[in-house]
T-cell receptor, first 111, second 113 residues
């Protein structure tokens, strides 16, 4: 069985500050890992994905994540937060057949 | 189509009423998934199709929930005798291959009153 745990249901940063959203996974097979963003009343948009290629993955809107097998982590980072980054972020893991999501982290960006 | 389309966008149902939620996946996507997202929660897996075959329905919360994809394209999620706890956003996603991730629709927000 596969699962992800997102540490921190709410994260607040100032505009221009580093964004760090934490995700740890559990999987019995080499995982595929994803980060999605959800804006209010919208569906989920793929930010980036890890599919067993490079461990440092770059996504849209300046986000990136690093797959660390030894730590079973896939944390999401962005060097400088923008007001438009305020949203709900979901980490997800797949064993190729289906995808399971974490509970989400709500990112607030203060001016 | 260009994206995953779900209808209706919003549905209000009286308790005990049956509802049907529709998903039009991206053309050519063989895999289709349904998720339930309660307020303030992450999406919870309901069921998964590969073409017309329902390969996993372990996430369906009760026998009141039924999903079908008879021709391997459009899918319908049916909820019989709706209850208040069924109130949630129902998300549909489709995928060509896991290497590309899933593409989600905007969801159907079901409110049972």
């Amino acid at each position: 069985a596969q699962s992800v745990t997102q540490l921190g249901s709410h994260v607040s940063v100032s505009e221009g500050a580093l964004v760090l959203l934490r995700c740890n996974y559990s999987s019995s097979v080499p995982p595929y890992l994803f980060w999605y963003v959800q804006y209010p009343n919208q569906g989920l948009q793929l930010l980036l994905k890890y599919t067993s290629a490079a461990t440092l993955v770059k996504g849209i809107n300046g986000f990136e994540a690093e797959f660390k097998k030894s730590e079973t982590s896939f944390h999401l980072t962005k060097p400088s937060a923008h007001m438009s980054d305020a949203a709900e972020y979901f980490c997800a893991v797949s064993d190729r057949d289906d995808m399971r999501f974490g509970a989400g982290t709500r990112l607030t960006v203060k001016p | 189509g260009a994206g995953v389309s779900q209808s209706p966008r919003y549905k209000v149902a009286k308790r005990g009423q049956d509802v049907a939620l529709r998903c039009d996946p991206i053309s050519g996507h063989v895999s289709l998934f349904w998720y339930q997202q309660a307020l303030g929660q992450g999406p919870e897996f309901l069921t998964y199709f590969q073409n017309e075959a329902q390969l996993d329905k372990s996430g369906l919360p009760s026998d009141r929930f039924f999903a079908e994809r008879p021709e391997g394209s459009v899918s319908t999620l049916k909820i019989q005798r709706t209850q208040q706890e069924d109130s949630a956003v129902y998300l549909c996603a489709s995928s060509l291959d896991i290497n590309y991730g899933y593409t989600f629709g905007s969801g159907t927000r079901l409110t049972v009153v």
